[in-house]
């Protein structure tokens, strides 16, 4: 008896090497689109500052490039990891390289300080203050992360 696998179709027989081999399970698409995962950010704000947490783990603080420019925030991230073994001429039937990278906007409210913006990059997450100002201080820069 075959192992049977339902589907919105209804019951179909389970096939292990056709699902291993499936293209979809290495290339994700969505809608003819390459779908991206994000990482999650947490906003919050005090009277003094709004505060950005982005859960970026498995990055170094030297793969995050962060901008503001005109009152838009830009958080870019991108890492690669290559698995390489020295001295030894082999012939590779697969080889797999780990490669992430994001990018995040966030349009700043009229009442941030843009020359301010301080960062910093811990245990996984990438912190952000942004002060709050009576007056809209505009700034194009990068910022570093400490």
Not at 2 to 30: H, I, M, V
Not at 90 to 107: D, L, M, N, V
Request: proline share 4%; glycine share 4%.
């Amino acid at each position: 008896m075959k192992n049977l696998e339902r589907t919105d179709k209804g019951l179909k027989a389970y096939d292990p090497w056709r699902d291993f081999f499936n293209l979809e399970s290495f290339f994700p698409f969505e809608n003819g689109r390459q779908s991206k995962s994000l990482p999650a950010v947490n906003i919050s704000e005090d009277d003094k500052q709004y505060s950005v947490d982005v859960i970026a783990p498995g990055f170094k603080k030297e793969d995050f490039k962060i901008k503001v420019d005109d009152d838009v925030l830009s958080i870019n991230a991108e890492s690669k990891q290559e698995s390489s073994e020295n001295g030894n001429n082999k012939q590779y039937s697969r080889r797999e390289y780990s490669y992430s990278s994001f990018t995040r906007t966030f349009r700043l409210p009229d009442n941030t300080k843009d020359d301010a913006i301080s960062a910093s990059y811990a245990d996984g997450v990438l912190k952000l203050s942004i002060p709050k100002s009576e007056a809209q201080t505009k700034a194009t820069k990068e910022i570093a992360i400490n």
